[in-house]
């Protein structure tokens, strides 16, 4: 079955440690996005990216970093820059860019990311 | 900015009944609506979208769109306790391409 894998599902980063959360998708799409999401705070985007090797800054993207080696992968690293890590994060895909408005985003299950 | 505001909640019915959600969004050139429904500590799932101004139905939800006053709404007839979650509206529109994300609609079904 296709779809969108992010691992691990619970992620545990100590004060001042960088941590890379995995996400894979093989339904074969060409965008994928990477979003937080805080109690009350909805969906923010951090990044996304619409064809390997290219990636944008999205709304939250300090103290982030991404890489699009592969189209079908899109990790996203947690620098020690980024104050306030704590949130569950999400991954995304859409068959392209400008067709997210026509078909939607898949999610991956998600990694709960927490600062100890 | 674009925004997407939803009333958070939590919105509570009793099972059986018609749950009704409410999506307002302000980008007059936004042109498809989705809904998702995320349980707690889950990831969100798609479960409507919808394009035209209109009613559309699928099973027991029912998605309506009003373009002119800038209102999608979510139906769910016959509301059961496993539709307890919180629905997420987003709409097509953001700078990037992206979609926007409503803070989602907390809803509790009783049995």
């Known amino acids: 079955d296709g779809g969108i894998t992010q691992s691990p599902k619970y992620l545990f980063r100590k004060e001042g440690q960088n941590v890379t959360l995995s996400c894979e998708q093989n339904l074969n799409h060409d965008a994928m996005y990477w979003y937080r999401q805080d109690p009350g705070q909805g969906l923010r985007l951090i990044y996304y990216s619409q064809i390997v090797n290219d990636f944008q800054k999205g709304d939250i993207a300090e103290g982030y970093s991404v890489s699009r080696e592969k189209k079908e992968s899109f990790p996203l690293t947690v620098t020690s820059a980024q104050k306030n890590p704590t949130a569950f994060y999400l991954c995304a895909s859409s068959i392209a860019l400008t067709l997210a408005g026509a078909y939607g985003y898949t999610f991956g299950s998600g990694t709960r990311l927490t600062v100890v | 900015q674009k925004e997407v505001e939803q009333n958070s909640g939590p919105l509570s019915v009793p099972e059986g009944a018609i749950a009704s959600l409410n999506c307002t969004y302000s980008d007059r050139g936004s042109q498809s609506f989705f809904w998702y429904r995320q349980y707690s500590g889950k990831s969100p799932e798609l479960i409507m979208f919808i394009y035209s101004n209109g009613d559309k139905e699928d099973g027991r939800f029912t998605a309506q769109l009003n373009k002119a006053s800038q209102y999608v709404s979510l139906l769910i007839r016959d509301s059961q306790p496993s539709d307890s979650a919180t629905y997420l509206c987003?709409?097509?529109?953001?700078?990037?391409?992206?979609?926007?994300f409503g803070k989602g609609t907390k809803l509790s079904v009783k049995p």
């Open positions: 987003a709409v097509s529109g953001g700078s990037q391409g992206n979609l926007i």
